[in-house]
């Protein structure tokens, strides 16, 4: 089960209810045990995700020296709070505990990309790189 639902969410993008539905019935299992493991895992969401995810450590050490202002900054830039996406697709904005990279605090991601000794007034460019990439490629 958690195989395919991975596998759906990667094509998809996320886990709708018809697609819960519809593995539900392949698997010959109730749609109550489908529904449970999407939403107990935090890797698996029910809602679009953005093209791009920035998350931004609050683990201690990060949190120590600004991560929250700069989510705080994320949130006015983007327009959303953490857990949402921005009306374009273009970005959803999460906070995790902890990236591993202490050293560089504050941190934060985008994808796989992890941007270190961050103040809030590196955030705009940050993100204006992602949306110019965008530009470019349409």
Do not use: W
Request: proline fraction near 4%; glycine fraction near 10%.
């Amino acid at each position: 089960l958690i195989q395919i639902l991975h596998e759906t969410q990667e094509t998809i993008g996320y886990l709708p209810l018809e697609a819960q539905e519809i593995i539900a019935r392949s698997l010959r299992i109730p749609l109550t045990e489908v529904y449970s493991v999407v939403t107990f895992y935090a890797r698996f969401t029910t809602e679009p995700r953005g093209k791009h995810i920035v998350s931004v450590c609050l683990g201690t050490a990060c949190f120590v020296k600004g991560s929250n202002l700069i989510l705080e900054r994320l949130e006015r830039k983007l327009g959303i709070r953490s857990g949402g996406t921005t009306e374009d697709g273009l970005f959803t904005l999460d906070s995790c505990r902890c990236v591993g990279a202490c050293g560089l605090a504050p941190v934060m991601s985008v994808g796989a990309q992890v941007y270190g000794n961050l103040v809030p007034d590196m955030v705009d460019g940050i993100l204006d790189e992602y949306r110019k990439k965008e530009e470019a490629a349409s």
